[in-house]
Nanobody
């Protein structure tokens, strides 16, 4: 079992930046960030392959969000720049110890989930 602890959410204005962090209690192969806005389905935002460092992004965040990792700390980060109101959602960290199909942004591929951290962007 892997426990995930997220931090870093908050409220910012249009164009602002936030960084989310997620620390895993054990070994993981892929880690990802998902978000869910009220009344909408959970969607994959970004994912990273912990062994090789390959990254994957949803088109809606490419060029604005960056996922990175610190394997020594078992921590993954999501740097979110140029935030928009449509980025407002609960953000969840997820992890899997199994291989996943490109682009690793399907929620069904992940077995472990954090409790979520709220990101609110106002205009």
């Amino acid at each position: 079992q892997v426990q995930l602890a997220e931090s870093g959410g908050g409220s910012v204005q249009l164009g602002g930046d936030l960084r989310l962090s997620c620390t895993a209690s054990g070994y993981t192969l892929y880690m990802g960030w998902f978000r869910q806005a009220p009344g909408k389905e959970r969607e994959g935002v970004a994912a990273i392959y912990n062994l090789g460092g390959s990254t994957y992004y949803d088109d809606s965040v490419k060029g604005r969000f960056t996922i990175s990792r610190d394997n020594a700390k078992n921590t993954v980060y999501l740097q979110m720049n140029s935030l928009k109101p449509e980025d407002t959602a609960m953000y969840y960290c997820a992890a899997t110890r199994a291989p996943c199909l490109y682009p690793c942004l399907r929620a069904s591929a992940y077995q472990y989930w954090g409790q979520g951290t709220q990101v609110t962007v106002s205009s």
